[in-house]
């Protein structure tokens, strides 16, 4: 019985994910989505996620978690260049009537942006507790 395929590690999502959490996402969007996928990846990997972990080492709750923000982006980036659900909105104001939307997003029209809650599930920038003795250490 041959071995199971490995899923490939690098973008960490398809479209086939992004469209399994996205079910709205309009049709033929596909390719567009696999390309931003992409570069949220390419993004994702130069902030250095899970302290500069392998891609090859990863953990599944790692990759799930890398998964879903890459998702998250391209959904945020892919609905504010489109047709502006609020998705992905810093703030959102609706009226009722006469029939008011403005949306603000925080990054410009179908940017890629990593929120500071996304930032925080993939372990970027956490700040390092530690202490120094301003008198030296055993080493000096």
């Known amino acids: 019985m041959a071995a199971e395929e490995p899923a490939p590690l690098w973008p960490y999502a398809t479209a086939g994910d992004l469209r399994a959490r996205w079910p709205d996402m309009p049709d033929g969007d596909d390719p567009m989505a696999g ?6 990846s390419a993004m994702l990997d130069a ?3 899970f302290d500069g972990a392998v891609p090859g080492e990863l953990t599944e709750p790692q990759r799930a978690a890398l998964r879903a923000v890459a998702c998250e982006m391209v959904r945020a ?3 504010s ?3 502006g ?3 992905g909105a810093g703030q959102l104001t609706v009226t009722a009537g006469p029939y008011s939307q403005t949306a603000t997003y925080q990054g410009a029209a179908g940017s890629l942006f990593v929120t500071k809650a996304q930032r925080r599930r993939l372990g ?3 700040p390092d507790a530690g202490w120094a003795t301003p ?3 055993p080493d000096d």
Request: no cysteine; proline share 4%.
């Open 124 to 126: 970027i920038d956490q």
């Open 35 to 40: 390309v931003l996928l992409e570069d949220a």
């Open 77 to 79: 980036a892919m609905a």
């Open 85 to 87: 659900d609020g998705f």
């Open 81 to 83: 260049a489109s047709d």
């Open 47 to 49: 902030m250095e996620p």
């Open 135 to 137: 008198w030296g250490g």
